[in-house]
């Protein structure tokens, strides 16, 4: 059959695409859906009932730097929190950092700018102090370290640039104490509480030159020391402690083995002489740092070490201390953190045996548990357990699904004889969930699919809100769908969607009914969800007809996060879905229609991406994608216009 010219007219002005794939059919223009409507209740939930449908439905503190400084490292569900507790102790009901009032920080820090300068006289000297204090208190070294604290801990994309003005402000002010008049305000020397919240600020910025903006300080610290020049500002555990974050936080390829060369300037300071440079004396949040360091680097260093097996060895060492002198070493006893830090390494470590040592790891936390009568300190926690299944996931091995959710189980055992610092959570399942998903199992979605209906359960039957459901509970199971081998994986996949659709309604619905704002519901989907069942689609195997279905399914899904409240389609959609056409549609002038029209929308959108290129060019001829780009020689999106 072939195109008549209106009908070509009419899918060339219009970008909706459906394409109906008889091997000898033509192009369904604009986007037009034929075929029966999409209403067919999940057969995934039919034990679970579909409210109000009536159809059944298929981080240690310190006194003088900031506290409790996050230190991550990275899982493939997002980000774990590692953070020491400012206190040993384990405590609960904490009460949430208020979030800082920006705009007071920075008038405070407009008036301190001007405390001091020769421009200064008395009353305005008066004005600055009452205007930064209730009380009738001077400005004093501690009115600048309680503001620079402050935007440490904010986190503000300010916070550098303020922190290093007032230090900077405080530097010139005690260079210039000679030429002060009577009238001018006594200069106030900075001192290593104030250069600390300074490096601390760096660490918190996470940018890539905090590590060297952090250690250029540090040094400048030890020269002010050492010459003379300023006695207060002697570097201390929590100096270095700070540059060693920012060396983590940063990214860059070198922060490992530069943090860990801190720390063993620190360890060799301390050993020649402990009496004199008991101030360096490296304590547990040290050793952390550069363990999170570690884990957060490449799997293999620049001298092709295991940056994993490195971590390990930073853990060796603070058994061995501890072991060897009690309480000359008591500050670097292990804490749970430090295990976790290093199961993590492992889990991220890309290497066949992985998993293995994450897991050998979680038991030398649990056997310095039980030696230790039970310390609060060293407890495994459902991080440590979520580490190791974490580990399992991304390991490909033949039985990580099964070990995953051993673990799970052992949680849940542990947790019903009295445990509960080891509630399986929600990232519990979606992680053994994770783990089915990539194993390539013939039995993985459907054992995903049970886990997520346990998950149900648990939240709907029990009230256990720890394991309800989320975003990515739905994801992985649909993408468990997507990288399975079986007929009708986009239908599945489809009505998982819906279900978690109905879900968020029903969501809306109680909220309206209650007349209270509640947070986002965790069953609305986002642009993720949308992205994976139309991957599901560009997979789907079969004839024709599950051609013409996969196609259908992937059009209904971009116009409904075209059109609906959920997101907008992002470069990831438009390289999907032209998977889909790839896959799903005969070689011929229909495809590439569909093709031009696709990435004309895209460009528009500003949302061509390198994976939609790639598409592009294993679709098109050489001659057709040069058209396309305007050019010839296009490889990546830097060679293409910016608002693309």
């Given at each position: 059959?072939?195109?008549?010219?209106?009908?070509t007219?009419?899918?060339?002005?219009?970008?909706?695409?459906?394409?109906?794939?008889?091997?000898?059919?033509?192009?369904?223009?604009?986007f037009?859906?034929?075929?029966?409507?999409?209403?067919?209740?999940?057969r995934?939930?039919?034990?679970?009932?579909?409210?109000?449908t009536?159809?059944?439905?298929?981080?240690?503190?310190?006194?003088?730097?900031?506290?409790?400084?996050?230190?991550?490292?990275?899982?493939?569900?997002?980000?774990?929190?590692?953070?020491?507790?400012k206190?040993?102790?384990?405590?609960?009901?904490?009460?949430?950092?208020?979030?800082?009032?920006?705009?007071?920080?920075?008038?405070?820090?407009?008036?301190?700018?001007?405390?001091g300068?020769?421009?200064?006289?008395?009353?305005?000297?008066?004005?600055?102090?009452?205007?930064?204090?209730?009380?009738?208190?001077?400005?004093?070294?501690?009115?600048?370290?309680?503001?620079?604290?402050?935007?440490?801990?904010?986190?503000?994309?300010?916070?550098v640039v303020?922190?290093?003005?007032?230090?900077?402000?405080?530097?010139?002010?005690?260079?210039?104490?000679?030429?002060?008049?009577?009238?001018?305000?006594?200069?106030?020397?900075?001192?290593?509480?104030?250069?600390?919240?300074?490096?601390?600020?760096?660490?918190?910025?996470?940018?890539?030159d905090?590590?060297?903006?952090?250690?250029?300080?540090?040094?400048?610290?030890?020269?002010?020391?050492?010459?003379?020049?300023?006695?207060?500002?002697?570097?201390?555990?929590?100096?270095?402690?700070?540059?060693?974050?920012?060396?983590?936080?940063?990214?860059?390829?070198?922060?490992?083995?530069?943090?860990?060369?801190?720390?063993?300037?620190?360890?060799?300071?301390?050993?020649?002489?402990?009496?004199?440079?008991?101030?360096?004396?490296?304590?547990?949040?040290?050793?952390?740092?550069?363990?999170?360091?570690?884990a957060?680097?490449?799997?293999?260093?620049?001298s092709?070490?295991?940056?994993?097996?490195?971590?390990?060895?930073?853990?060796?060492?603070?058994?061995?201390?501890?072991?060897?002198?009690p309480?000359?070493?008591a500050?670097?006893?292990?804490?749970?953190?430090?295990?976790?830090?290093?199961?993590?390494a492992?889990?991220?470590?890309?290497?066949?045996d992985?998993?293995?040592?994450?897991?050998?790891?979680?038991?030398?936390?649990?056997?310095?548990?039980?030696?230790?009568?039970?310390e609060?300190?060293?407890?495994?926690?459902?991080?440590?357990?979520?580490?190791?299944?974490?580990a399992w996931?991304?390991?490909?091995h033949?039985?990580?699904?099964?070990?995953?959710?051993?673990?799970?189980n052992?949680?849940?055992?542990?947790?019903?004889?009295?445990?509960p610092?080891?509630?399986?959570?929600?990232?519990?399942?979606?992680?053994?969930?994770?783990?089915?998903?990539?194993?390539?199992?013939?039995?993985?979605?459907?054992?995903?699919?049970?886990l997520?209906?346990?998950?149900?359960r648990?939240?709907k039957?029990?009230?256990?809100t720890?394991?309800?459901?989320?975003?990515?509970?739905?994801?992985?199971?649909?993408?468990?769908?997507?990288?399975?081998?079986?007929?009708h994986?986009?239908?599945?996949?489809?009505?998982?969607f819906?279900?978690?659709?109905?879900?968020?309604e029903?969501?809306?619905?109680?909220?309206?009914?209650?007349?209270?704002?509640?947070?986002?519901?965790?069953?609305?989907?986002?642009?993720?969800?949308?992205?994976?069942?139309?991957?599901a689609?560009?997979?789907?195997?079969?004839?024709e007809?599950?051609?013409?279905?996969?196609?259908?399914?992937?059009?209904?899904?971009f116009?409904?996060?075209?059109n609906?409240?959920?997101?907008?389609?992002?470069?990831?959609?438009y390289?999907?879905?032209?998977?889909?056409?790839?896959?799903?549609?005969?070689?011929?002038?229909?495809?590439?229609?569909?093709?031009?029209?696709?990435?004309?929308?895209?460009?528009?959108?500003?949302?061509?991406?390198?994976?939609?290129?790639?598409?592009?060019?294993?679709?098109?001829?050489?001659?057709?994608?040069?058209?396309?780009?305007?050019?010839?020689?296009?490889?990546?999106?830097?060679?293409?216009p910016?608002?693309?």
């Amino acid at each position: 059959m072939t195109f008549s010219s209106d009908a070509t007219s009419v899918i060339l002005k219009v970008f909706s695409i459906v394409v109906i794939l008889n091997r000898n059919l033509d192009l369904a223009s604009s986007f037009l859906i034929t075929g029966p409507p999409l209403t067919r209740i999940p057969r995934l939930f039919l034990s679970t009932t579909l409210p109000k449908t009536g159809v059944e439905a298929g981080a240690s503190s310190s006194s003088d730097g900031p506290n409790g400084l996050q230190i991550i490292a990275a899982t493939s569900a997002g980000e774990t929190d590692l953070s020491f507790p400012k206190s040993p102790k384990p405590y609960k009901n904490k009460k949430r950092r208020r979030k800082p009032n920006v705009e007071k920080m920075r008038k405070k820090t407009d008036l301190l700018l001007k405390y001091g300068t020769y421009e200064t006289n008395e009353t305005n000297e008066e004005s600055t102090e009452e205007s930064l204090s209730t009380s009738n208190a001077k400005v004093t070294r501690r009115t600048f370290n309680n503001l620079m604290e402050q935007w440490a801990h904010s986190g503000h994309p300010e916070s550098v640039v303020r922190v290093e003005s007032l230090l900077s402000h405080m530097e010139q002010m005690l260079e210039q104490q000679e030429g002060s008049s009577e009238h001018d305000a006594p200069p106030i020397t900075p001192d290593t509480r104030i250069y600390n919240s300074v490096i601390f600020t760096y660490a918190k910025s996470k940018t890539r030159d905090a590590g060297q903006q952090a250690e250029f300080l540090l040094n400048k610290m030890t020269d002010l020391y050492s010459s003379d020049k300023n006695p207060l500002a002697k570097p201390n555990v929590n100096s270095y402690n700070g540059v060693m974050e920012a060396y983590a936080n940063s990214g860059i390829q070198r922060a490992a083995s530069d943090a860990q060369r801190l720390l063993d300037t620190m360890m060799e300071s301390f050993a020649s002489n402990p009496q004199e440079n008991l101030n360096l004396k490296p304590n547990v949040r040290s050793f952390n740092a550069v363990i999170n360091a570690w884990a957060k680097s490449a799997p293999i260093t620049e001298s092709g070490e295991l940056a994993a097996e490195k971590a390990e060895q930073c853990l060796d060492i603070m058994e061995e201390l501890y072991e060897t002198d009690p309480e000359k070493y008591a500050d670097i006893k292990p804490h749970v953190v430090n295990y976790n830090a290093v199961i993590h390494a492992w889990a991220n470590s890309k290497e066949g045996d992985g998993a293995e040592r994450s897991e050998e790891v979680l038991a030398r936390l649990e056997k310095a548990y039980q030696k230790s009568g039970g310390e609060a300190n060293l407890k495994p926690n459902v991080k440590s357990y979520n580490a190791v299944i974490d580990a399992w996931a991304k390991s490909g091995h033949d039985q990580a699904p099964e070990k995953a959710l051993s673990i799970l189980n052992q949680m849940q055992t542990l947790y019903e004889a009295g445990n509960p610092d080891v509630k399986p959570n929600v990232r519990s399942f979606n992680s053994v969930m994770n783990a089915w998903a990539k194993s390539g199992d013939k039995e993985a979605p459907a054992q995903a699919e049970e886990l997520l209906r346990n998950m149900e359960r648990l939240y709907k039957e029990e009230g256990n809100t720890d394991v309800q459901p989320d975003v990515h509970s739905f994801s992985t199971v649909i993408n468990a769908w997507a990288r399975s081998h079986t007929l009708h994986k986009a239908e599945k996949a489809r009505e998982i969607f819906k279900y978690m659709e109905c879900l968020y309604e029903e969501d809306l619905k109680q909220e309206h009914n209650s007349h209270n704002r509640r947070k986002t519901s965790v069953y609305k989907p986002n642009v993720i969800i949308f992205n994976s069942v139309m991957n599901a689609c560009a997979f789907t195997i079969g004839d024709e007809m599950e051609q013409k279905r996969s196609m259908e399914i992937a059009h209904e899904m971009f116009k409904e996060l075209e059109n609906g409240p959920f997101g907008n389609p992002d470069q990831v959609t438009y390289g999907t879905f032209l998977k889909v056409c790839a896959n799903q549609m005969p070689e011929g002038d229909a495809r590439m229609s569909v093709i031009e029209l696709v990435f004309k929308k895209c460009c528009r959108d500003g949302q061509v991406g390198d994976l939609v290129l790639r598409q592009i060019q294993s679709m098109a001829g050489k001659e057709m994608f040069n058209d396309m780009m305007g050019k010839e020689g296009v490889e990546s999106v830097r060679d293409l216009p910016y608002k693309w």
